[in-house]
């Protein structure tokens, strides 16, 4: 019993990572898409942290704003705070208010 409860915590463990992994190329393609740096952006809300290499393996399966769908402000800023990435939410939503008006 307890080698099945240690493989249901591994797969919920992975599933959460798998799931954050998407929060992150979310928030990634959404910086391309804007023409934002994610990297930059990442190390506005969180100055103490050298780097997330989450993030720049991530940012390997971004493509060209010509290539990708649109990601609307409120999808980003939802999933950044579906995973508590409230200071990163904060600093999209400068970027957001920071940016020209749309035609």
Known sequence: MNEYRK????GIVE???Q?????????AQWC?????????LYGKAYPQQQSN???KRVLELTVPKEE???IPDETVLGVLSLFGNED????VS????NRPPRK
């Open 68 to 70: 990708a769908g649109p």
């Open 15 to 17: 599933s959460y990572r």
């Open 32 to 40: 391309v898409n804007e023409g934002l740096d994610p990297e930059e």
């Open 7 to 10: 493989q249901v915590e591994e």
């Open 88 to 91: 990163l939410a904060f600093v």
């Open 53 to 55: 290499e989450r993030l």
């Open 94 to 97: 400068e970027a957001i208010s």
């Open 19 to 27: 799931d954050e992994d998407m929060m992150i190329l979310v928030f």
